[in-house]
């Protein structure tokens, strides 16, 4: 039976979202499936966690950390992680499906690859590699398997974190080795640890292999190979395939040495060396080789045909067991840890006279072999205008890629250059600028009602520049105090974009010249304002309307300003006989409506009172006595309402 149609979670529904169509692959972690999202739509991959290692606690919190971390990768090369599911027993990664082959089928198909060709898939693969680096991951296995060729060229890199999530597990002892066993870096084989130099050293093997059709190291067992990775250093790639330059020699010996101090530090320090290396190459160097290979026919048929995967035969990241090799195979160590080879003085003189000929043949090759350049080394933070001038003054193509942000390189510099600086190209080489759009985005702070100085301090303190400052009108936000800010607050943008503030004038002081004073002074009031009433009098104007304002009608004011009105007197001397003369103030009075003046002489002065206040009057009662005998207004007149009625008792 067909192994897709047999597999048990074919037409199953993942997390009730995945729906999985069929079976991709199978190795000794995980199985992938080609599956739909049935939200969204899409195909995806789906990498699910064999049961075993689900069952370990230890190793799914690891491996959902590691998920996060390669979930956090954005690079063209690097197969995207979406998500991390359980569901049930079934631990999950959803994944970037990538419909094409992998390297290992390339391989399987050609038998090997032209040099030139096989540095230009490493360099898509390096750089790869190179972005995890910055991120702080190692990827740890390294191998053809996990390098996928898209139908449209493209090169993606797959399992970025996961190795490393599997040596967490608990399953981990002492003399364990994690990875597929042809790819090991000596220091994975003696103590199972690896950082970011054991990947270089396991993409100069897959380099090797790429151009010889085989692996370095050979052997009947995988403990016989990691043996071999401890004790011998891998030879360059020349010996197996003639008309090999020493300068690609150097790349695959320099990448695999024993220390992996002499190592490229990172995968970006190797895809320089490469970028460099390929750059040198002329176009029809693969032809070259292969008319010198086929003059060594005969050698290289002579060669024993070895497998190019562990002998298992699936190439699965495996996990070997050290302390129960035989002894002919454990590592020879001299003092302590110390791997020491047992050389030869014969041999040594050989290795040394092989060095000085590489070193003699890279330099005559480097003075002789054609017109080349170097790529600038500051290209890197150049004005993009700058820099595409002196490329092409060089004698170099330039091709400018869509900006990106880098929070290290200013808007309208390059931010990246491919290849690197300082890298060795030929003649008329394409050189790819890539420009910065400026400083990663980040939300604009909500300085809101804040003065213009804590503003300002606080948009600097978030990275930001203080761009235009102009003012509006707020009925809600106090005097030179910020209303809003462009971009508005919480929306994302480039710390090299400007925000521009707007401060209030404060609310709009109204014109109250002309209008009755105590409707003038109640509409201040209701406006939070502290107001100051002072009197003038003014005979051509109505009693009781304000003369002057200040501040002015338009006026900014915020609450608890101070508002200064000057309200209209009218006074009026009245000769009250043995009373004196009294003065009779009108300010109150509502414009200058005239009331009928009751007559109320005779009625008893509280009643009288209250019979004139209810007509709209003051009333000012004088005297000791209990009855009115005068009054001033007389009843029968008239008299602006609000003014004062004068009873004599």
Known sequence: ?????????????????????????RGGMATVYVARDIRLDRVIALKVMHSHLASDEDFVARFIGEAKAAAALSHPNVVAVYDQRTDGEHVFLVMEYVPGRTLRDLLNERGRLGPREALEILQPMLA?????????????????????????????????????????????????????VGYLAPEQVLSGNADIRSDVYAAGVLLYELMTGVLPHQGDTPLAIAYKHVNEAVPPPSHTLPGITPEIDLLVTRATSHDPGRRPQDANAFLAAVAEVHGGLPRD????????????????????????????GDGHTAVYDARTAPAEYLPRRSGGDKVVGALTGRYVLIAIGAVAAVILGWAVWYQVS????????????????????????????????????????????????????GARVGDGAVVT????????????????????????????????????????????VDKDH????????????????????????????????????????????????????????DDSKPAGVVLSQNPRSGDGVSRGDQVNLVINEQKCDINLGPFGKYGCDNGDQNGDQQLPVPDV??????????????????????????????QTPAGGTTSPRGSTVFLIT
């Not at 600028?433 to 600097?460: C, F, H, M, Y």
């Not at 809003?484 to 010249?513: C, E, F, H």
């Open 1 to 25: 039976m067909d192994a897709t149609v047999a597999d048990p979670l074919v037409g199953h529904v993942l997390d009730g979202r995945y729906r999985i169509e069929s079976r991709i692959a």
């Open 128 to 180: 790869a590699l190179g972005a995890a680096h910055r991120a702080g991951l190692v990827h740890r296995d390294v191998k053809p398997e996990n390098v996928l060729l898209t139908d449209d060229g493209q090169i993606k890199v797959a399992d970025f974190g996961l190795a490393r999530a599997e040596s967490a597990s608990k399953m981990t002892k002492t003399g364990l080795i994690i990875g597929t």
């Open 285 to 312: 160097f693969d032809w070259r080789v292969e008319q010198s290979g086929r003059s060594q026919t005969s050698m290289l048929e002579s060669a024993p045909p070895a497998p190019t995967q562990a002998p298992s």
């Open 370 to 421: 054609g017109q080349y350049h170097h790529v600038p080394e500051k290209v890197v933070g150049m004005q993009l205008s700058a820099a595409e001038k002196k490329l092409r003054d060089d004698g170099l193509q330039v091709r400018v890629a869509e900006a990106v942000y880098d929070d290290h390189v200013q808007k309208g510099q390059v931010a990246k250059s491919n290849p690197p600086g």
């Open 433 to 476: 600028l890539t420009p910065s759009k400026g400083r990663i985005p980040r939300e604009v702070p909500d300085v809101g009602g804040k003065s213009q100085d804590e503003a300002r301090q606080i948009l600097e303190g978030k990275g930001f520049k203080v761009g235009d400052v102009s003012k509006d009108t707020s009925q809600t």
């Open 482 to 537: 910020v209303i809003r800010t462009s971009p508005v607050a919480g929306k994302k943008t480039s710390p090299d974009n400007p925000v521009n503030i707007v401060l209030s004038t404060g609310m709009s002081m109204p014109d109250l010249v002309g209008t009755n004073g105590e409707q003038a002074k109640n509409t201040l009031r209701s406006m939070g304002l502290d107001v100051k009433v002072d009197t003038q009098k």
């Open 601 to 630: 002489t005779g009625q008893n002065a509280d009643d009288a009172k209250s019979t004139l206040e209810d007509a709209g009057f003051h009333v000012n009662v004088l005297g000791g006595g209990d009855n009115v005998r005068t």
